[in-house]
């Protein structure tokens, strides 16, 4: 079993940024690559970015590419989403997950098995 629990989220105006993390417990999360996504209200929740076990490759959504860095720490046990230049159509809440070492469809929600509870960030125009 592996716990998630998301930080960092909250209010922020457009252009302005926030950093999450995602901190596991449980097992270690070297044996786990990570995604994070978000669900707006009424939307479906979408895959924004994704990080392979060890970090070096990452995948990113269209709408946040170029805006957001994910990347992670091991040693920690920790996943980070950096945003920047945020825009009001970020506004969701923010989930992580991890998904099996070995499982490359990143941008797939099944392929997850373990979820944090989410943390809202909303950007004001």
């Known amino acids: 079993q592996v716990q998630l629990v998301e930080s960092g989220g909250g209010l922020v105006q457009a252009g302005g940024s926030l950093s999450l993390s995602c901190a596991a417990s449980g097992r270690t999360l070297s044996r786990y690559a990570m995604g994070w996504f978000r669900q707006a209200p009424g939307k479906e929740r979408e895959f924004v970015a994704a990080a392979s076990w060890s970090g070096a490759n990452t995948y990113y959504a269209d709408s946040v590419k170029g805006r957001f860095t994910v990347s992670r720490d091991n040693a920690k046990n920790t996943v980070y989403l950096q945003m920047n230049s945020l825009k009001p159509e970020d506004t969701a809440v923010y989930y992580c997950?991890?998904?099996?070492?070995?499982?490359?469809?990143?941008?797939?929600?099944?392929?997850?098995?373990?979820w944090g509870q989410g943390t809202q960030v909303t950007v004001s125009s």
């Open positions: 997950a991890a998904r099996p070492y070995g499982s490359t469809r990143y941008w797939i929600i099944a392929e997850y098995d373990y």
